[in-house]
């Protein structure tokens, strides 16, 4: 009896030993389990005298992966080496998409990171549409994006339906019309038969659907440009990766 509590006590030892719980962290995180992954690194840091000095940067990449980016901005402090700690608050604050934070640890140690660097930073003008700034850092597909313009798609507008077919929503366009002119329609029936009521009431919605119409026909133009955007920025993330 007292042999086997013996044994079960080594055991017991020897699953907790620093070796197998860093190699269980390890582990998990090649998994990309990163829950687990932080509780055994963090456990690690505990059991440990001295540990690898990769452990700092594994955990905030945990955090990153877990959006807890305000942790992780914490634990690079933990980072020794301090050209690490500040590309990792780089990479910290890029995935919290604080493109201008990012920028700001990166730019002073772009040469001693190289194309990482540049990539980081040329991504953050790309998720914010300054293509033009991210071709400075990265090499951008050839085909840029296409823009509508919002003043045309407004003078579009002016007919109904025109700011929609400006930006090839055929379908919105043919909607806006018969909406418009049927309301119009009705407005001039009503006034020919003397029904004060139903033509104020047709007029007040003739003018309303116009108002929108113009309305619309520029956010039409806004929804197109973005859209381009959003396709070119698919674009550049495939060709960097």
């Known amino acids: 009896m007292n042999l086997l509590l013996i044994l079960l006590y080594a055991q017991t030892i020897n699953t907790f030993s620093e070796e197998n719980v860093l190699a269980f962290a390890d582990h998990v995180y090649a998994q990309k389990d990163y829950a687990a992954a932080l509780n055994e690194y963090q456990r690690y840091q505990f ?33 020794k080496d301090e050209v690490q700690r500040e590309f990792t608050k780089g990479t910290v604050f890029f995935a919290a998409q604080q493109y201008d934070s990012s920028r700001t640890h990166l730019m002073d140690i772009g040469k001693l990171y190289g194309k990482e660097v540049n990539k980081i930073i040329g991504l953050s003008y ?45 379908g919105d366009g043919m909607f806006s019309f018969f909406l418009i002119g049927t309301s ?20 007040g919605a003739t003018g309303l659907f116009y108002t929108a119409n113009i309305y619309g026909g520029i956010n039409a133009v806004r929804n197109y440009n973005y859209y381009q955007n959003e396709k070119y920025l ?5 060709s960097t990766e």
């Not at 119009?184 to 007029?203: R, T």
């Not at 698919?234 to 495939?238: A, D, M, S, T, Y």
């Open 47 to 79: 059991l440990a005298d001295s540990m690898r000095s990769d452990i700092p940067a594994r955990i905030v990449d945990c955090l990153i992966n877990l959006q807890r980016y305000d942790e992780a901005l914490v634990k690079c402090n933990d980072i």
């Open 234 to 238: 698919e674009e550049i993330l495939e």
């Open 126 to 170: 790309a998720f914010e549409f300054r293509f033009q700034k991210a071709e400075e850092y990265l090499s951008l597909p050839p085909d840029k994006p296409t823009y509508k313009k919002p003043g045309l798609g407004a003078l579009c507008a002016l007919f109904p339906g025109g700011g929609h077919w400006y930006c090839g929503r055929i």
């Open 184 to 203: 119009a329609l009705l407005s001039y029936y009503y006034l020919h038969e003397n029904e004060d009521i139903k033509y104020g009431i047709c007029l």
